[in-house]
């Protein structure tokens, strides 16, 4: 499998994808933390803002270490804001901020895709943990002897990453769209600074979409190995 040229050509394209919106993500926060609120607010002053202004009382805003490790744990109720943007007073910041925000309006409000992402989890964390080693053994084993079991089963646990993958892109570009809403109709940032947290959030969302493309392309690639082996028995 490894050595497939086919397969080296998708993994190998995902990759430079990958990459390139990895760093125009990185070369937009980056420079969008240079913009100083108007307000004067922080990414947590922001964030608590928000949940107030939502009436969402039992979730605590916290700093979280590392860069871009911000992120909503519906576990315990607390947004996570990564240092940087726990104490900056930028429109990233606040784009930030308010994005994880949203996680937690999502939460409160039992957002059904939020609620189907959760259930996914411990599923997906098995088939993460599985997958690689069934799949390998599933087109040993097919080449061996033909026998197709243990590959299907491979792509099934294949399939369930996947669908996490897919099921993660409206639970994202929804939270991401609250927060601009919110920003927006509460008049929390000025129109320049809305424009900027847009396009940090839009290059944010891009970075799921190619996952989510990213693994439904490697799928069809199983897929294929397993439909072309039947027609040939």
């Not at 098995?126 to 061996?144: D, E, F, K, R």
Request: one cysteine or more; proline letters at 3%; glycine letters at 6%.
């Amino acid at each position: 499998m490894a050595y497939d040229p086919i397969y080296l050509l998708i993994t190998g394209a995902i990759f430079v994808i990958s990459l390139i919106v990895q760093n125009r993500l990185k070369s937009k926060f980056d420079k969008y933390s240079k913009t100083r609120l108007s307000n004067g607010m922080s990414g947590k002053e922001i964030a608590e803002k928000m949940l107030r202004d939502n009436g969402i009382t039992d979730v605590e805003v916290i700093s979280t270490p590392g860069m871009l490790t911000d992120h909503y744990n519906p576990a315990n109720k607390t947004v996570n804001l990564s240092e940087g943007v726990y104490s900056q007073r930028s429109t990233a910041a606040a784009a930030v901020a308010a994005h994880e925000c949203g996680h937690a309006v999502q939460h409160a409000i039992g957002y059904s895709m939020l609620q189907l992402r959760s259930k996914l989890v411990p599923v997906v964390s098995i088939s993460s943990n599985l997958l690689q080693w069934v799949l390998l053994a599933g087109i040993a084993i097919m080449a061996y002897s033909g026998n197709t079991i243990v590959l299907a089963i491979g792509i099934a646990l294949f399939a369930v990453t996947t669908l996490f993958a897919f099921v993660t892109l409206p639970v994202e570009y929804d939270a991401s769209n609250r927060a601009l809403a919110w920003l927006e109709n509460n008049q929390v940032v000025q129109p320049n600074e809305y424009d900027e947290c847009k396009d940090a959030l839009k290059w944010a969302a891009r970075t799921y979409l190619v996952a989510a493309l990213g693994s439904l392309a490697q799928l069809l690639y199983f897929v294929m190995i397993l439909l072309g082996n039947r027609r040939s028995e």
